[in-house]
């Protein structure tokens, strides 16, 4: 069984509309030379590139949150043990310490996370 002919005219247009999605086809003749135009495909790449550093944001942003709630729970549990034992133990400073040094570096860390995103989304070919 021999395939079904397919009509050239329907294999040019599906060629042409290929090429013209995807950015292969040259702009029309009257086209400003200074026009550009970005493809269907660059622009889903873009699209899909940007919807990445949004949720990378987002998840920094969640990051920050979980460890400062963890380090309030923390500093709170280390005072009670503190208040509880009538002065300063060790193990109650040690988590106390540890709990602030924590809340100082989550913020940092969330920052520098949303700048690099920024920048990789920034150099990102728009075109």
Do not use: C, H
Request: no cysteine.
């Amino acid at each position: 069984m021999s395939e079904p002919a397919v009509n050239s005219q329907i294999k040019d247009a599906v060629q042409t509309s290929t090429n013209w999605a995807m950015g292969f086809a040259p702009l029309d003749a009257g086209t400003p030379s200074s026009a550009s135009r970005v493809s269907a495909g660059g622009a889903i790449a873009y699209d899909k590139a940007t919807q990445a550093a949004a949720l990378a944001v987002q998840d920094a942003a969640d990051y920050q949150r979980n460890v400062m709630s963890i380090s309030t729970t923390v500093q709170g549990k280390a005072m009670a043990m503190m208040l509880a034992s009538g002065g300063l133990n060790e193990p109650a400073l040690v988590a106390y310490a540890m709990a602030l040094v924590s809340a100082f570096a989550a913020p940092i860390a969330a920052g520098l996370a949303a700048e690099s995103v920024t920048k990789a989304v920034e150099s990102f070919p728009k075109n």
